[in-house]
């Protein structure tokens, strides 16, 4: 299994981006794709998350301004950024939880400039 993220860039505050991994190889069609970012010095955290049937989940710092969705026919999954602050600059990872396992994309910069 293998995950090709795309989108990340520089944008200034307030600005939207528009993050995409597709999965490709063999997995289970049930499965829950998602978003995590990492900050130098602290833990990779959970952005956003989208489970093969469509139900989400956001943490708290992204509510009302990221929106996770996905295209099971492509297995891709989006992540739809908007009022970016630099709070939010990080390295962006995509994943594909196909239990028990994890498999990761290679992780895409996103850097919001005030």
């Known amino acids: 299994v293998q995950l090709q993220a795309s989108g990340g860039g520089l944008v200034q505050a307030g600005g939207s981006l528009r993050l995409s991994c597709a999965a490709s190889?063999?997995?289970?069609?049930?499965?829950?794709m998602g978003w995590y970012r990492q900050v130098p010095g602290k833990e990779r955290e959970l952005v956003a998350r989208?489970?093969?049937?469509?139900?989400?989940y956001y943490a708290e710092s992204v509510k009302g301004r990221f929106t996770i969705s996905r295209d099971n026919a492509e297995n891709t999954v989006f992540l739809q950024m908007s009022s970016l602050s630099p709070e939010d600059t990080a390295v962006y990872y995509c994943?594909?939880?196909?239990?028990?396992?994890?498999?990761w994309g290679q992780g895409t910069q996103v850097t919001v400039s005030s």
């Open positions: 989208i489970t093969s049937g469509g139900t989400t």
């Open positions: 190889g063999s997995f289970f069609r049930v499965n829950i």
């Open positions: 994943n594909l939880r196909v239990a028990p396992n994890d498999y």
